[in-house]
C-alpha cells in the first residue's frame, strides 16, 4: 500500500481501539446502545470481496453488536469459531449447524502479537466426521484439537501451517463477546460507494483485543494490560 493507506489504516486502528476502550469493551460488557460512526479512510479498487451486508452506493456505518464465538488457544496462536455472515455473527447464540460458520485460524509471529490469519468453513458434520484422530501421540500436557477445529487443524492448514501453530494449549470455550466490523472500500466517478474487504474486531476470552485486517489477511494482537491502561 502507500504512504497515504498506511496512515489511514494506522489512524483507523487507533480510532478503533480508543473507541473499545472507551465503551469498556470485554467478554462481559454491555452491548453499545447507540451507532458509533467514525471516518473510514477509503482507498483505490483492489481485488477480494467485501464482507456481506455492504451494499454499492451507500456508505456502510460500522457493525458493533455481541457475538457468540469459541475460541482455543495453541502454542502459537489461536482458533476462533464464528458466524459465516454478519447476520449470523451477530448472533448470541448458534445452533453451530455444518457450514453456518467459519473457523480463523491466528498464527502468530515470533513477536507474539501479530501474524497471519486463515479462514475456514466449518463443514464439520458429527454423524459423518469423527471427532478426533484417535491414531496421534498428543505430547504431555497438550490438547488435540476436536471436532471442527481438528478438521481444520488436521485437513485443511498444511504441515507447515500446522507446525507453526502447534497443538492446543486448553480446551475450548464458548462465549458471547464484542465484536465490530469496518467495511473498507472507495468511491468511484459517480460518486458511489464500492465496497471491499474491511477490518474485524474481536474481544477475546482474556480481554485481548484481535484486528484482523482482510485485505492483508493478516492481524494484530493488543493485550488486555495494554488497552485497559496496565490495570
Not at 88 to 99: I, L, S, V, W
Request: hydrophobic share 35%; charged share 25%; proline share 6%.
Amino acid at each position: 500500500m502507500g504512504k497515504f493507506m498506511t496512515l489511514g489504516r494506522t489512524l483507523l486502528f487507533a480510532v478503533l481501539l480508543i473507541t473499545l476502550v472507551s465503551c469498556g469493551a470485554g467478554g462481559s460488557a454491555q452491548p453499545t446502545q447507540t451507532p458509533v460512526y467514525i471516518v473510514v479512510p477509503v482507498d483505490t479498487p483492489q481485488g477480494g470481496s467485501a464482507e456481506e451486508g455492504s451494499e454499492a452506493g451507500a456508505y456502510p456505518t460500522p457493525t458493533t453488536c455481541r457475538a457468540e464465538v469459541v475460541e482455543q488457544t495453541y502454542q502459537n496462536g489461536r482458533m476462533f469459531w464464528v458466524g459465516g455472515t454478519l447476520e449470523e455473527r451477530c448472533k448470541t447464540e448458534h445452533d453451530f449447524a455444518p457450514g453456518s460458520g467459519k473457523i480463523w485460524v491466528l498464527i502468530l509471529d515470533k513477536n507474539g502479537y501479530e501474524g497471519d490469519w486463515l479462514s475456514f468453513e466449518d463443514d464439520w458434520d458429527e454423524e459423518s466426521d469423527p471427532p478426533y484422530d484417535i491414531t496421534l501421540d498428543v505430547p504431555e500436557g497438550l490438547i488435540q484439537p476436536a471436532r471442527g477445529f481438528g478438521k481444520v487443524w488436521r485437513e485443511k492448514l498444511t504441515d507447515e501451517q500446522r507446525d507453526a501453530l502447534g497443538w492446543a494449549t486448553q480446551d475450548e470455550y464458548k462465549y458471547v463477546t464484542d465484536y465490530r466490523y469496518e467495511s473498507g472500500g472507495f468511491v468511484d466517478a459517480q460518486g458511489e460507494f464500492v465496497a471491499r474487504p474491511g477490518l474485524h474486531v474481536l474481544v477475546t476470552l482474556g480481554g485481548d483485543r484481535v484486528f484482523l485486517d482482510e485485505p492483508s489477511q493478516t492481524f494484530d494482537l493488543v493485550p488486555a494490560d495494554s488497552s485497559s491502561g496496565g490495570e
